[in-house]
């Protein structure tokens, strides 16, 4: 017989053998159906919504602190060595403090900052207005009972020297800011003297790439200390820690019920067939091709239950974005090939037994009825 017709025969002999036992193959259809979409949908959310989570932590702050050890601050070149450090990996935002007094001799912590940067810093703090204009203050809101009281201008001054504000704005955050006076940095630097004394950073990626920005930020800038916020590093690590142990364990339980299902279906195979089987010995067929022909059916179940379960479950990830995360969900087409070979993973060693079993059919026994 020619390949190619040997070829026709063994997918006639698959198609007729799951035509003669539709209901265990749907059973076992079902089952890998089942186990790829939930397992999709786990891998689409594993990716998709760490990516999120990672995105919602940078909106708490910054995750690296850069501090001078110099009173004056960093100078430009220092400045300029940390950006370039940082690159495309974060957000660099300076800031200079100075310990102020109002009119009536009392401290107000006065810092500069770019506004701009600062707002998308920090986008979870309270601002009734940023300021735009030079001369405009962000005021924390105890600050402001102290200052301007009658909303209108207010001087403070630093080593006799003074500034007059204008209220561009008022900050509430619940902690420190709301006790101090943000002025634009051009200007506070003109004021005071001194440059920026902090650098904040909010790094974008995973803990290792973090890690590894903060490394070579304590190796390219040895006149400051640098060190990252362990509140923030932690939570995030915790958080996303926590979220793939939970989707892996999910998706890993729903693969292993799976596999379970089908060994059962490929095993109630290989008993009704056995007398099929044991012609087929005795007509000639070796071990090895009868052991293709369930690997075969397997494989195929693997295939079209991969096909059909992939869609599903991006459709089951979608839904779970929107009801428990109020986020769309970026569909992850790449994870198909993973899915594909996980379900032939799965059902062809699910398989393994079943094969074993077939080694051990005496043709002469079986058809003797014993």
Known sequence: MRPGSRTAMYFRMLYRAAMLRK????????AIIVATAASTAMLTLYVDVQAKLRKEF?????????????????????LLSIKTTVGDRGLVVPFSYAVARDQQEQAIVAVGTDFELARKLNPWWSVSNWPTLQGQALVGVRAARLLIADRGRFTISFEGRSIQLVPGGTLRTGAGEDSRVYLWLPEFEAWTGVGPTTVEIAASGTSEEVGGLLRRLQQS????????????????????????STLLASAAFIVFTAALCVLATLMGWVFDRRRDFAIMKALGASDRLIAMFV???AAA???????????????????????????P??????????????????????????????????????????
């Open 301 to 327: 179940l693997a295939c079209a239950g991969a096909i059909a379960g992939f869609p599903a479950g991006m459709a089951l990830a979608a839904l779970i974005g929107r009801l428990n995360f109020h986020a």
């Open 58 to 78: 940078r909106n708490f702050g910054a995750n690296i602190i850069v501090e001078s050890n110099s009173p004056k601050g960093f100078t430009p070149d220092e």
């Open 295 to 297: 690997a075969g059916e």
């Open 221 to 244: 800038t040895s006149a400051a200390k640098v060190h990252a916020v362990r509140q923030v590093t932690e939570g995030e690590a915790n958080v996303l820690g926590k979220t793939r």
């Open 329 to 370: 969900v970026s569909p992850q087409f790449n994870l198909f090939p993973r899915i594909l070979a996980g379900a032939l993973v799965v059902t062809l060693v699910a398989a393994l037994l079943p094969l074993r079993l077939l080694r051990r059919i005496q043709p002469a026994m079986i058809l003797r009825g014993e």
């Open 23 to 30: 209901g265990q193959a749907a059973s076992a259809l079902t």
